[in-house]
């Protein structure tokens, strides 16, 4: 025990080092395993409540039957403890009379459809109105009552079409979604938008009638699990037992043949499980770099340790100690460096976790990490000592080797297996589990392996760049460098080279995957707006008045009214998303990064406001409407703005005052059960009309029209062709480009540009229109007024959170939101980067200081020929430079590469999908230069303090020359 105290006082500052690097290393590991572990459950909740309604619920559908209330206690007996709420849906009713603007079907009728929904006011809330109190009321969706021309308290007439009954029901109410992303809405899909995809059927109609879901009625159930504290595994058993409850949902609910089941829940537990492997795996790199590092640092800690002790491991040797003698020697010094870290860091970084995260536990899993780290400690202190020994003169007399995997060219084989890393990660498409290791392996490792390239690299190329800097710097005068050069090149290791190659590689790699998730949270969020700020109307269709009240707003720009709808592409593949904006007007306001439009979004928006030409409206002019009988007269303008002019009469004709431009025409609604003569004067336009039939009605020699329930009053020249932009994805699954399935109509559209993605919708298959040309191109053939949808806005207007009705879709606020998946691979990296940095400074002390003193014999030897303490000074600060230097940039070269083709692969939404668009990787020069930049500084003030040190022990060393022989 003597021997070993003594032996350590006398190594004190490199056993001191070894301890710090060994309690950083178990500090640093604990801590990411422990921050793994409480990092995983953020990211499963926001992932799931991030996910598509479908992708959390189950929806059945089936026939109720002779007895549906068998029926519904079946489906909800089998899906029990699930919360499940019931639809019933009528089939065969049309709507009589007046039917607004609903485009009826080829035999001109216009289907309702009637619903009966379950705990509907929990999830509406009303817009008009009261809920219905009994069966002779109903209550509809805002977009179906616009769509019809129905307010609260007018009637609603019913036709079942298989008998020809017509029964009357009274409009108590309109309702709209408190929440439009609430799964309880796959009930009643047409509630958006107030139409059916492709029918001329609208509604929702809700109605507690029983008589509505007699005959040829259906029935859905909509199946809610407790998600509320949602984990992977939880998912996946919950997905996996409403999978094998919706596969024998036939036999034990007696719905037969009748049911389909549809769930979205085995593709979100199938991308929670890809997101949270990517995350493993991520996770697993940090600590990869830390074990790599910390690795070195003590296996270099040991060699100097084993270096200078050189002569007296070789008096050991002659006295007749054996290697298992020495190895207990330093297995004893070892455990004595090795258990008090392994005791202080695992409650030392779960205590600093617990500050920020208060629910981290020290499990099993952080003790283990500890205990491999504190295994893998031992062997790296104790291997020097098992080195087969000679004689004492052999030992004392040995010159330094080259490393031994150096020798072997493992050094080359990590460069090897580096580039395949990388020319796999350039094709890779989706994380693998490879083996059952719960991570991926290419993911995981391929950072450490180019990390691990650029120290291997820096010390290949050591001795090239020295003996050039040498015959550099022996042209002229500076002998401190030529010296400084030519003790670098004869260094059997290079540790401070490879500490900072491995720090600077790291800090790269944090900073550049920061910079990349950051700038791909942005291009996300102008993906998805498309403009600074997006209102989305909850009921689908604006109110009376809305432009003039968003237009108001403090700070507001232009704000520019807009819809979408879905285009029909080949069979076997989902609809495409149309997006209809008047492309002059949003000039200025959609945003878009270039490689989504092909350049400047405002380029690709002139370009359809070109092809569409000018607007075919004419301007409201004062005049008269006269008519034979009751009719209500509205103009419609562009834009999907309409104006009620009033209800005019025999003998009350209704006067019109001058109103602005775009007018496209008058929709006519006859209030009376005979044909109404209708007319306006004043107008400089000579009008057609549209029957509800789609039949052209030419008016009159004195303009006069007759109206059968309802009349379209359009111009006579029809408008252009529509211009519209459409993304390549959209164009290979079109039948055909010359035209659209619009609102249930086809549409003429010629193709003016091909783009990657349209902004404001992350679907691949989608289509941008200049709404101008496309309402003035419905109105004028169909009769068709689009209510605009939402509305795009310029500039910073605030205010928005005391508007009703809307879902505010903020640039801003979406590019600063959180990211939890992504998020605690990024706080590993830079944990690990920190350190990285801890841990290389740690070693650029210990092997500076070593180095001082194994060349105090050299450094006394060139003094006493005549060079002067600050030439020998200056000469040990040119070695650190250069090796600090060259490690410094082959770390940055490798850490920018690792990045480039690491980070883009490493972003994912908050649903723990792919981003949209594809990330692309970014560098904070400043950030990455300045941590390289630091770690060279470190290098050189410890290479300062050792030199001056060693200069002024220059006296002492010199009288102790030849002491050793």
Known sequence: MALIVRRAAAARGLLAAAAAVMLAAVLLLAGLTAYATVSAGAG????????????????????????????????????????????????????????????????????????????????AELVSGRWPSGTREVSLAQPAAAALGLTSGTTLRLEDRRSGRVVARRVSGIWRPRDAADPYWLLTPDVAGGRRPQTATYGPIVSSDPGFFAAGASAGWLVEPDLTEPTIGLVRRTSETLTATGADLPRTSGLGTSATVTTGLPQLADRLERADLVRRSTMVTPMLLIVVLGGYALTLVAALLAESRRGETALLRARGASRRQLAGLAAAEGLALVVPAALIGPPAATALLRLRYPQTALDAGVWLVTALVAAGGMVALTAPALRRGGTYVAETAGRNRLPALRRAGLDLAVVALAVLAWLQLRQYSAPTGAGGL????????????????????????????????????????????????????????????????????????????????????????????????????????????RAEQLAALPGAGAVVPAYRDGVPMTAGTDPAELVAIDAAAATGVVQARRDATGGAPGELLATLAAAAGPAPAATLRAGRISTSGPARTIAVFTGGRRVDLGVSDRGRPVTVAAG????????????????????????????????????????????????????????????RVVPVAVTRAAREALSTVGSLSIGGVAVRVTVVATIDRVPGTTRSAAVLVDRTALDARLFWSFGI???????????????????????????????????????????????????????????????????????????????????????????????????????????????????????????????????????????????????????????LAVSVITAGSATRRLPAARLRLGADR
């Open 44 to 123: 499963v909740r926001a992932a799931v409540a991030a996910a598509d309604p479908a992708e959390r619920s189950v929806l059945v559908r089936g026939a109720p039957g002779a007895d549906p209330p068998a029926r519904d206690r079946g489906v909800r007996d089998a899906y029990a403890p699930a919360r499940v709420s019931a639809a019933r849906y009528g089939s065969g009713w049309a709507v009589r009379g007046a039917t607004g603007s609903a485009v009826p079907d080829s035999s001109g009728a216009v289907y309702a459809s009637m619903t009966r929904l379950d705990d509907l006011s929990r999830h």
């Open 438 to 545: 719960g991570i991926d392996p290419l993911l995981a490792a391929a950072p450490t392996l180019g990390v691990l390239t650029g120290a291997v690299l820096a010390v290949r190329l050591l001795p090239p760049v020295a003996r050039l800097t040498a015959a550099r710097l022996g042209r002229g005068r500076a002998r401190a460098g030529l010296l400084g050069a030519w003790q670098a090149g004869r260094r059997a290791h290079a540790g401070p080279m490879v500490m900072l190659a491995l720090a600077v590689a790291a800090a790269t790699v944090s900073w550049c995957l920061a910079a990349t998730v950051q700038q791909s949270r942005a291009d996300q969020a102008v993906q998805r707006v498309g403009a600074e700020l997006r209102l989305v109307e909850a009921g689908g269709a604006a109110p009376p008045g």
């Open 660 to 719: 602005s431009p775009g007018l496209l025409g008058f929709k006519v609604q006859s209030l009376d059960a005979a044909p109404v003569r209708w007319r306006i004067t004043g107008q400089d336009v000579r009008w057609r009309g549209l029957a509800q039939t789609g039949l052209t009605v030419q008016p009159a020699a004195d303009g006069t029209f007759e109206v059968t329930e309802a009349l379209t009053v359009t111009g006579p020249a029809p408008p």
């Open 785 to 939: 007024v689009r209510d605009t949808g939402e509305w795009w806005i310029g500039g910073r207007p605030t205010g928005t959170g005391g508007l009703s009705g809307l879902r505010v879709l903020d640039r801003r606020e979406l590019a600063s939101g959180a990211d939890p998946f992504g998020s605690a691979a990024r706080i590993a990296l830079f944990g690990a980067a920190l350190g990285a940095m801890l841990l290389a400074a740690a070693g650029i002390a210990a092997d500076a200081r070593a180095t001082a003193r194994h060349r105090a014999v050299e450094l006394a030897v060139l003094h006493t020929l005549g060079a002067g303490p600050r030439l020998l000074a200056r000469s040990l600060v040119v070695e650190q430079a250069l090796l600090a230097g060259l490690g410094a940039l082959a770390g940055l070269g490798v850490g920018l590469l690792v990045a480039a083709t690491m980070a883009p692969l490493l972003v994912l939404t908050p649903a723990a999908a792919r981003p949209v668009p594809d990330a692309l990787p970014q560098v904070l020069w400043g950030r990455t230069l300045g941590s390289a930049a630091l770690l060279v500084a470190v290098a």
